[in-house]
C-alpha cells in the first residue's frame, strides 16, 4: 500500500507541466512585447528586462521541480508553523535595512539574489498550508458559526490587519480573504455565513473607506483609483493615466494588439 502511494506522488503530470510551460513562454514573451522599448532607452539594450524574467524563470522551473518530489502530506506536520512564519514574514519591512519602502507603502524587503521581494507572496502559500490542515482537523465544527467560520476568520484576520495597517497593502488582503473564504466553503462551512458577514462586511470597509478618506486623508488614493473611470481625463497625469493609456492602446492595437515588439 505504501509503494502504491509512493508511487502515485511520484508519478509525472504532463498535462499539468506543459500548461505551465506554455503559460510561463507566453508570459516572458509578453514581458519582451511590452518592455522592450522601455529597456532599450533606460538601459541601452532591448532585452535586459527580459533577460532578469528569464532567470526568474528558470529559478522557479528549478523550484518547481524540487518541490514535486516532496509528499504534499508532510506539509501538514508544520501546519502551525507555517502560519507563524506567515505572520512573521509580514512584519519584516518594518526591520531597518531590510524594509524597503516604495511610493509610501512599505511592502517589499531587500534580499542578496533579488533586488526586491514581497513577502506577502510567502504569506500567502503559508496560509493555505496552514488551512488545509486546521479545516481537516476541525471538519466536524465547520457547520457552526463560531468555532466553523468565527474561529478560522479571525486567523486570516490577524494577517489582513497587518496587510492593511503597516504594508498599506490592499490588493493581497483581497486575495488573502477570498483563498480562505473558497477554502472554506470547499471544507463545509455554510454559505449563509459568507452570504451574510459578506454583504454587511464589504458595506462596512466601503463605507469605512470612505470616512477615513473622507475626514482623515487615509487611503484616499484607493477610492481615486476605483472612481477615476468615471471621468479619466480630470486627472489625466495622475489617477487617470493608466486608463488613459488603456484606452490609447485598445484605439491603436484593437482588441488584439498590433503584433508582437510593434
Known amino acids: 500500500m505504501k509503494r502504491k502511494n509512493k508511487e502515485k506522488i511520484n508519478s509525472f503530470d504532463f498535462g499539468l507541466c506543459v500548461t505551465v510551460l506554455l503559460l510561463l513562454a507566453l508570459g516572458i514573451t509578453m514581458v519582451l512585447s511590452a518592455s522592450s522599448p522601455s529597456s532599450l ?28 518530489k516532496i509528499d504534499y502530506r508532510k506539509y501538514k506536520n508544520f501546519y502551525k508553523i507555517s502560519y507563524f512564519i506567515s505572520i512573521v514574514v509580514l512584519l519584516l519591512v518594518l526591520v531597518p535595512g531590510l524594509g524597503r519602502t516604495v511610493n509610501g507603502a512599505k511592502r517589499w524587503i531587500n534580499l542578496p539574489l533579488v533586488s526586491s521581494f514581497q513577502p ?46 503597516v504594508q498599506s497593502h490592499f490588493s493581497a488582503s483581497i486575495i488573502i480573504i477570498a483563498v480562505v473564504s473558497i ?25 469605512g473607506m470612505y470616512v477615513l478618506a473622507k475626514y482623515f486623508d ?17 486627472d489625466a497625469q495622475g489617477s487617470g493615466w493608466q486608463i488613459i493609456q488603456s484606452l490609447y492602446a485598445i484605439g491603436s492595437g484593437g482588441l488584439f494588439g498590433v503584433g508582437l515588439r510593434k
Open 218 to 234: 487615509k487611503g484616499s488614493f484607493r477610492l481615486t483609483r476605483i472612481t477615476a473611470f468615471l471621468n479619466p481625463w480630470a
Open 120 to 165: 506577502s507572496e510567502l504569506t500567502k502559500m503559508g496560509l493555505i498550508i496552514f488551512y488545509a490542515e486546521y479545516l481537516t482537523k476541525h471538519k466536524d465544527d465547520l457547520r457552526k458559526l463560531g468555532k466553523g467560520f468565527v474561529k478560522p476568520l479571525i486567523y486570516a484576520g490577524i494577517a489582513v490587519i497587518i496587510l492593511l495597517v
Open 41 to 68: 532607452a533606460i538601459t541601452g539594450s532591448s532585452y535586459t528586462y527580459v533577460r532578469k524574467q528569464a532567470f526568474s524563470a528558470v529559478i522557479g522551473i528549478i523550484g518547481m521541480l524540487v518541490i514535486s
Open 183 to 207: 477554502m472554506m466553503l470547499i471544507a463545509g462551512s455554510r454559505f449563509s455565513y459568507f452570504a451574510t458577514c459578506g454583504t454587511l462586511g464589504g458595506t462596512g470597509l466601503i463605507g
